[in-house]
């Protein structure tokens, strides 16, 4: 479904997300956190850039396993352990990689600093709301 995204004058200038994403659809597709592993659940690296890769590439699987698309997604969470400065730019990095393979948009965007997840060695953690219809 086409969405509207809206990058308000009061709000400052997103780079890389939207500020507001309105969408309409019968359909809401919500996934479970993905992370970087392969389809045999091996982790595919040790680093944030190839992590993130990875995880955005099992959230654009499972949205298409509902039949959407990348563009069908309004939401993104990620979840980062170690958000510094250089592990934010090898995240985006691998984010920006995926989304440009897969032809993803600018969606709305949070992003949560933790101190782990659910296992060691996993560094990145994305959930996705989706519209469909």
């Known amino acids: 479904?086409?969405?509207?995204?809206?990058?308000?004058?009061?709000?400052?200038?997103?780079?890389?997300?939207?500020?507001?994403?309105v969408a309409q659809g019968s359909r809401i597709v919500v996934t479970s956190g993905q992370v970087g592993v392969d389809t045999d659940g091996k982790l595919v690296g040790s680093d944030h850039r190839s992590q993130a890769q990875r995880?955005?590439?099992n959230v654009y699987a499972a949205v298409a396993a509902a039949g959407g698309t990348p563009a069908d997604?309004?939401?993104?969470?990620?979840?980062?352990?170690?958000p510094t400065e250089a592990t934010l730019n090898d995240l985006y990095q691998g984010l920006a990689a995926a989304a440009r393979e897969a032809g993803a948009g600018r969606?709305?965007?949070t992003l949560v600093g933790v101190t782990a997840l659910?296992?060691?060695?996993?560094?990145?953690?994305?959930?996705a709301t989706a519209i469909l219809d």
């Open 1 to 21: 479904m086409p969405h509207e995204k809206i990058d308000p004058d009061t709000l400052a200038r997103p780079h890389g997300f939207a500020q507001v994403v």
């Open 55 to 57: 995880a955005a590439e």
């Open 73 to 82: 997604i309004v939401r993104l969470m990620i979840y980062v352990v170690d």
């Open 107 to 109: 969606t709305a965007m």
């Open 118 to 127: 659910s296992e060691p060695g996993w560094l990145v953690e994305l959930d």
